[in-house]
Nanobody, 123 residues
Framework: HVQLVESGGGSVQAGGSLRLSCAAS????????MAWFRQAPGKEREGVAA????????YYADSVKGRFTISQDNAKSTLNLQMNSLKPEDTAIYYC?????????????????WGQGTQVTVS
């Protein structure tokens, strides 16, 4: 089974930027939905963005539209999340996930593979 490992988290001041990456241990097929989720302390997990490896328009939650950009590097089986104009409310543990059965590709559905998460703190 594919394993996902996130990296790139850290602490940043409000207005700053971070770039998260999610490396997959196996090749990600061109018909797979990949996404970023986040969970803040005391809050439910929230879907942030999703992208279909076969192409199409990525999905973004309203809370991050215009600030976050999700992208994929198929050659490296890597999922990225560029986060700009960060706000304190973006503070959370960020997780990547993948599932080949979710279509249309949004953050809804039951995701089969998850990474361990990376902490993002915005002050």
């Amino acid at each position: 089974h594919v394993q996902l490992v996130e990296s790139g988290g850290g602490s940043v001041q409000a207005g700053g930027s971070l770039r998260l990456s999610c490396a997959a241990s196996l090749y990600i097929a061109s018909s797979t939905c990949m996404a970023w989720f986040r969970q803040a302390p005391g809050k439910e997990r929230e879907g942030v963005a999703a992208i279909y490896t076969g192409g199409g328009t990525p999905y973004y939650a309203d809370s991050v539209k215009g600030r976050f950009t999700i992208s994929q590097d198929n050659a490296k089986s890597t999922l990225n999340l560029q986060m700009n104009s960060l706000k304190p409310e973006d503070t959370a543990i960020y997780y990547c996930a993948t599932d080949a059965s979710i279509y249309p590709c949004t953050v809804d559905g039951i995701w089969s593979r998850w990474g361990q998460g990376t902490q993002v703190t915005v002050s």
